[in-house]
């Protein structure tokens, strides 16, 4: 049984057929001294500065934006945003989306750890100019001069842009089907592909998102942390508050990481409103860490309404501990929301909203690989493993495998019960369609049988840029056998996943399975199976993958270090064993090789997912720091 349905206002004919960009100039006329969006600037005071801009004045530095970007390219062409995540960051890609010019949502060359994804993503858009900052200036210029990438026409000072431009912008037409802006995808290599997002995308997942979340709430507001150039990030930061003329309050993610309480201070300083926020599992954590009983003491979270947690995968431990140390502050039990989604599908596809606590079950991890959901008692459960939550970047080798296995329906929990999985619902498709299919034979999976995640819906983008082969194995999904479904086109997320009472329970990547001796095993579970198995591992920082052996995959895992382990106390041979013999335990497999690597060495994609395939490819160069080589050069 498929999830959802299509939202009538966005079908042909209904008032949500207006381009989201059209709304600014209503709310600027509605309600024009109203705030729009306001970014805190930790940077001027450790207390933050807070900058606001009303709805007219948005509307105003959009359409001068707009003026500007013509004068220096024409429309379809691209411009890329190279600068730091301010106001003039926002009013770029609202002046972007009035002028047909394509927004390309990057960031300053000066940003570490993401050097890679700048790369590529600027050589595949060929941007003619970018937009960047005075401050950032110097950094855009050597990222140009050392690096073999297209050289822009101009460059265009965002902060300098006179305003007085905006009385020369005359509204033009935009349709559903004209292109917006490029979301690169974090992928799990180091080749990001461009998702077309058209205007019809964005204003369809705006809309599916704050439908999603409650929308007869009084006094909604947005408040974020998230990059912009994510685009979980854009959508919930800049998107949804365009839909009813809300509040967007938002800061900049290096901000979050220096301090990630700023997150909860900003919604704390909101008791009386309804305010929503969005992360990935591991600023959950990261903030429920750093929290002390005074800090907690000190906050009133009574006005937060919904929390999303998506973009990696969810682990129930989180979701505990979070409710857990917050409580005392007033958060609400059903406020935690895991959800689902990809940039694909612009970024919204589940989530669930209902005002109850986020829904967990157990399954026998056995069954599960072989296509079943089989329940068994949670008293079963032999760890903590994790349930995939919101995510971008699924076209990356979506489709190249399919569950097998036998048996149809959810059993009761029989054979390897004693081994299980967690998974966490992400809950109902809003406005949209999504379905269980098998890759194989197109054909819709019933309730309890696990298959490939499908997307049918007006926020499910066109394809990539400039590569039509790959957008028609991704977004050319038909059904052989469409009963009440549509027949196509259906975007494939390459996703494994299955629906039980209504909800979705996604269970891992097709590309990332490893079947060794013809048993399907999902990455996640050997992952956390090696990072309980001792002290020395860096929790969330493990990447199994399966190499081609002779006659079956072989088995790697890459494990981090715990800092907190003292490398002097450090028995490496202690710590393989140990995973080698849990692994064998809890998954009947042997490793074909471990190695413990200094922290930083394992790959992540820009919204802190576990990226395996570069991993991998670091494991085959050879260019993996291990422990190992760390210890012998401490002895000579």
Not at 13 to 29: K, N
Not at 246 to 257: E, K, L, N, R
Not at 582 to 600: D, I, K, R, W, Y
Request: charged fraction near 25%; aromatic fraction near 6%.
């Amino acid at each position: 049984m498929a999830l959802g349905s299509l939202l009538p206002e966005l079908q042909p004919g209904g008032s949500g057929r207006t381009p989201l960009i059209e709304r600014v100039a209503r709310w600027a006329a509605e309600k024009p001294e109203a705030p729009a969006f306001t970014f805190v600037d930790y940077s001027l005071d450790p207390a933050g500065v807070k900058i606001t801009l009303s709805w007219a004045e948005t509307d105003r530095r959009a359409r001068a934006m707009a003026v500007r970007l013509r004068q220096s390219t024409e429309p379809g062409e691209r411009a890329a945003l190279l600068l730091p995540q301010t106001l003039d960051y926002m009013m770029t890609m609202l002046g972007a989306l009035h002028s047909h010019v394509v927004a390309v949502p990057l960031f300053s060359p000066d940003l570490p750890g993401h050097a890679d994804r700048l790369i590529g993503a600027y050589r595949d858009a060929e941007p003619t100019v970018i937009v960047t900052s005075r401050n950032a200036l110097p950094h855009v210029e050597k990222f140009l001069a050392d690096q073999d990438v297209p050289q822009p026409k101009e460059i265009i000072f965002a902060e300098e842009v006179d305003l007085e431009l905006s009385g020369q912008w005359r509204d033009e037409e935009i349709g559903f089907d004209d292109l917006a802006y490029l979301q690169y995808t974090s992928g799990s290599t180091r080749r990001p592909a461009g998702v077309e997002i058209t205007h019809g995308n964005v204003t369809a997942n705006a809309a599916q998102l704050w439908a999603g979340w409650a929308p007869e709430r009084p006094d909604p507001e947005m408040v974020s942390w998230l990059p912009l150039f994510h685009d979980m990030g854009l959508i919930a930061t800049m998107a949804m508050p365009m839909v009813n003329g809300d509040h967007a309050i938002y800061t900049d993610p290096v901000s979050f990481i220096m301090n990630p309480l700023r997150w909860l201070e900003l919604i704390a300083e909101r008791p009386g409103k309804n305010v929503y926020t969005a992360g990935p599992n591991f600023s959950y954590e990261y903030v429920a860490s750093m929290a002390t009983p005074e800090k907690v003491a000190a906050l009133d979270l009574t006005g937060l309404t919904a929390c999303l947690n998506g973009a990696e995968p969810i682990r129930t431990s989180t979701l505990s501990t979070f409710a857990d140390t917050f409580a005392p502050a007033g958060l609400r039990p059903g406020a935690q929301v895991p959800g689902y989604g990809l940039a694909e599908a612009t970024v919204f596809v589940t989530a669930d909203g209902d005002d109850v606590p986020p829904k967990v079950i157990t399954a026998d991890r056995a069954a599960l690989t072989q296509g079943e959901l089989r329940l068994v008692d949670a008293g079963d459960d032999a760890g903590d493993d994790a349930g995939d939550g919101a995510g971008d970047g699924a076209g990356d080798g979506a489709g190249d495998g399919a569950g097998d296995g036998a048996g149809d329906g959810a059993g009761d929990g029989a054979g390897d019960a004693d081994r299980v999985s967690t998974l966490v619902s992400c809950g109902h498709a809003v406005g949209q369609i999504v379905a269980i299919v098998d890759p194989d034979t197109r054909v819709e999976q019933p309730d309890g049988r696990v298959g490939e995640i499908w997307v049918h819906g007006p926020n499910t983008a066109p394809g990539y840029w400039r590569n039509s082969e790959r957008s028609q194995d991704t977004f050319g999904g038909e059904l052989a056998e469409p009963g009440g479904l549509p027949a196509g086109p259906w975007m494939k997320t390459g996703d494994y996943g299955v629906i039980r009472d209504g909800e979705l329970y996604v269970t891992g990547r097709i590309k990332d399975l490893i079947i060794v001796d013809g048993r399907n095993h999902y990455p996640q579970d050997i992952e956390v199976t090696t990072q309980e198995a001792h002290p020395a591992i860096r929790p969330d920082h493990v990447a199994a993958f399966a190499l081609q052996g002779g006659e079956t995959e072989l088995l790697v895992v890459i494990a981090e270090r715990n800092r907190r382990v003292p490398l002097g106390r450090l028995d490496t041979a202690e710590v393989e064993a140990a995973v080698r013999a849990a692994v064998n335990v809890e998954h009947e497999m042997s490793v074909h090789e471990f190695l413990l690597v200094e922290p930083g060495a394992v790959s992540r994609t820009s919204s802190g997912k576990i990226a395996r395939a570069a991993t991998r490819q670091r494991y085959e160069a050879g260019e993996l720091p291990t422990t190992e080589a760390r210890l012998a050069g401490r002895k000579q």
